[in-house]
């Protein structure tokens, strides 16, 4: 059950504190208004202000120019503008972007940027970071990023390398965003679950394989959240239609196996979903489907996971958010 008490907060029922259950918008998202915007803007002079007067110098240098086109790297939204100059957007909790066609209406709320070009306009508010940047500080950002599973310039191996050198549990490591850029905590958690790994198996004992077969998924499952707008992870097995079951109704929309499902039978062994908190955030799994190895007689002869027992969910360094 979840007893849901205030805007990006939950009561974790089952066991631990309260924890944000991160409504920060995962990399896909980011990366569909990157798409978007390239459609709206791209090639156009626009006209950028700010109604709400926090970002009226980065606007004035940005209007009147070309904006040339749109990237997102990770949970970033660039958009790069003639002469160098790029517009770097963090929505974080709270930001958001709507657009429309003219006429432009009057601003509503507190509008920190305002973009018109020759047949839409767009609104962005309450960004965590809305800021002009030289390329200098775009190198400088990516540097700090890690690799994003839904570019094409994305290196596995550089985020494995930092994987195996660490024994922070891969749940938190997933979630750092200077190792994996975009995945967000809906996709760690059901990434894990489709691994049938524990959460809490250190970084050190992720084998270079089942690295690659867990990016490769965790790639597909985002390119498919592009595609689709919302998350869905279950196999074509455990869809409602397969499993004759109700859909879902969750507001984060789609069809999964273990986010924001405590206390709920898995999809696949009928085991009731765990909860507890994990690195500072919202951990879910299924104890069986993704049971801790215990000791190293006990695992099985070509074990995925490590024969070292990982331990239970409990409070761990606390995973990077938002480098
Ligand atoms: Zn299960």
């Known amino acids: 059950m979840t007893a849901v008490t205030a805007p990006g907060f939950e009561m974790s029922g089952r066991s631990g504190p309260w924890v944000a259950w991160d409504p920060v918008p995962e990399g896909h998202t980011i990366h569909r208004l990157a798409v978007r915007h390239r459609e709206l803007f791209a090639g156009q002079v626009v006209e950028v202000e700010s109604p709400q007067g926090r970002f009226?110098?980065?606007?004035?240098?940005?209007?009147?120019?070309?904006?040339?086109?749109?990237?997102?790297?990770?949970?970033?939204?660039?958009?790069?503008?003639a002469g160098e100059l790029t517009l770097h957007?963090?929505?974080?909790?709270?930001?958001?972007?709507?657009?429309?066609e003219p006429p432009v209406p009057a601003p509503v709320g507190l509008v920190r940027m305002r973009m018109v070009g020759?047949?839409?306009?767009?609104?962005?508010?309450?960004?965590?970071?809305?800021?002009?940047?030289?390329?200098?500080?775009?190198?400088?950002?990516?540097?700090?990023?890690?690799?994003?599973?839904?570019?094409?310039?994305?290196?596995?191996?550089?985020?494995y390398a930092k994987i195996v050198r660490s024994r922070k549990p891969v749940f938190a490591l997933l979630l750092d965003q200077s190792v994996v850029a975009g995945c967000g905590l809906i996709y760690a958690n059901e990434v894990l679950f489709r691994a049938g790994l524990a959460p809490t198996t250190p970084g050190t004992a992720i084998g270079l394989a089942q690295w690659q077969e867990m990016w490769e998924d965790l790639r597909a499952l985002m390119k498919e959240g592009v595609a689709r707008g919302r998350i869905d992870t279950v196999h074509t097995a455990h869809t409602p239609e397969a499993m004759q079951r109700a859909p879902r109704v969750d507001r984060h929309g789609g069809e999964v196996y273990v986010y924001r499902r405590p206390a709920q039978p898995c999809l696949v062994c009928g085991t009731p979903i765990d909860r507890g908190p994990l690195a500072g955030r919202n951990l879910y799994w299924c104890s069986k489907c993704q049971a801790v190895p215990t000791a190293p007689r006990t695992a099985r002869p070509r074990a995925r996971t490590a024969p070292k027992p990982a331990g239970r969910p409990a409070a761990a360094g606390r995973a990077r958010n938002s480098p």
């Open 89 to 100: 957007v963090h929505l974080g909790l709270y930001g958001k972007f709507t657009d429309g």
């Open 118 to 159: 020759e047949r839409h306009w767009l609104d962005l508010r309450g960004p965590t970071a809305c800021e002009v940047l030289e390329p200098g500080a775009v190198a400088a950002l990516r540097a700090r990023l890690g690799q994003d599973p839904l570019r094409d310039d994305a290196e596995p191996l550089i985020a």
């Open 56 to 81: 009226t110098a980065g606007a004035a240098l940005l209007s009147g120019r070309v904006l040339a086109d749109t990237e997102a790297y990770g949970k970033h939204l660039l958009h790069h503008f």
